[in-house]
C-alpha cells in the first residue's frame, strides 16, 4: 500500500468492553513528526544528567535495552500519534463528542493503548503472500 490518507479503523478497546476509537494509519511523516517530538521532550532530560547517563548506559544490559526499543512509547511521542491519529471514539464511557481537545483527558492506560495501537497499525506492511489474496 503506498498511500495511506484517510485508511481508518474502528479498533474495540481491549480493557473497555463495548468501546472503540476510529484510528487513522499515518504516514511516514507523521511518524517522523512524532520521534522527533519524542526526543525533543528528552533531550533537555538528557543534557541535565550529562555523563551520568553514558556511565549508566554503558552498565544497561543488551536484553533491557532491545525490550526497551519495542515498545514505540520508548520511540514517538504519545501526544503527538494520539492527536494525528485518533479520528474519534464511541461507546458508553465516550458519550462525549470528539473533540481534538478532548484527547488530553483520556486515562493513562488508554492513551497508551491507542498510540501503541496506531504505531502498530502504521508500521504493519503486507507480505507478498496477503497482497495476493
Do not use: C
Not at 526497551?68 to 520508548?74: T, V
Not at 464511541?90 to 481537545?101: A, C, I
Amino acid at each position: 500500500m503506498a498511500l495511506v490518507d484517510n485508511i481508518t479503523n474502528w479498533e474495540p478497546i481491549p480493557h473497555e468492553e463495548g468501546n472503540e476509537f476510529l484510528l487513522r494509519k499515518l504516514t511516514w511523516k507523521q511518524l517522523e513528526r512524532a520521534a522527533d517530538a519524542r526526543a525533543d521532550r528528552s533531550a533537555p532530560r538528557v543534557r541535565a544528567v550529562g555523563g551520568e547517563v553514558m556511565a549508566a548506559l554503558q552498565t544497561v544490559k543488551r536484553d533491557d535495552l532491545d525490550e526497551g526499543r519495542e515498545n514505540p512509547l520508548n520511540t514517538y511521542d504519545r501526544g503527538t500519534l494520539l492527536e494525528m491519529g485518533v479520528a474519534n471514539w464511541r461507546g458508553p464511557l465516550y458519550e462525549k463528542d470528539f473533540k481534538k481537545e478532548s484527547i488530553e483527558q483520556l486515562d493513562s492506560d488508554t492513551a497508551d493503548w491507542a498510540a501503541t495501537r496506531l504505531v502498530e497499525m502504521s508500521k504493519k506492511t503486507k507480505t507478498k503472500d496477503q497482497q495476493r489474496d
